[in-house]
């Protein structure tokens, strides 16, 4: 089994930053990519960021490129979401994800507030 917990949520003003962190734990080793999603009240849970925990290699959705940079310190088994130059129609509950080898995982998820 992995534990996913998301901290570093909060309210900000618009154009303001945060960053979000994922601490997983159990079985990492077993982990090959992490993301992040967010569900707003009202809708879909919906993709944000992705990352390899092999390589690296990330993929954004369109409305968060060039503002939030998704990245990876593999020691401490820790994905961040640095979150720049935020709008209120980024305010939503933020969750983490992983895919692992024997299932995918998801945490508790974070409350982001943007403020305009």
């Known amino acids: 089994q992995v534990q996913l917990v998301e901290s570093g949520g909060g309210l900000v003003q618009a154009g303001g930053s945060l960053r979000l962190s994922c601490a997983a734990s159990?079985?990492?080793?077993?982990?090959?990519?992490m993301a992040w999603f967010r569900q707003s009240p009202g809708k879909e849970r919906e993709f944000v960021a992705t990352?390899?925990?092999?390589?690296?290699?990330?993929s954004y959705v369109d409305s968060v490129k060039d503002r939030f940079t998704i990245a990876r310190d593999n020691v401490k088994n820790t994905v961040y979401l640095q979150m720049n130059s935020l709008r209120p129609e980024d305010t939503a509950v933020y969750y983490c994800s992983a895919n692992g080898q024997r299932g995918n995982y998801w945490g508790q998820g974070t409350q982001v507030t943007v403020s305009s």
């Open positions: 990352i390899s925990l092999r390589d690296g290699t990330t």
């Open positions: 159990g079985r990492t080793f077993s982990l090959f990519r």
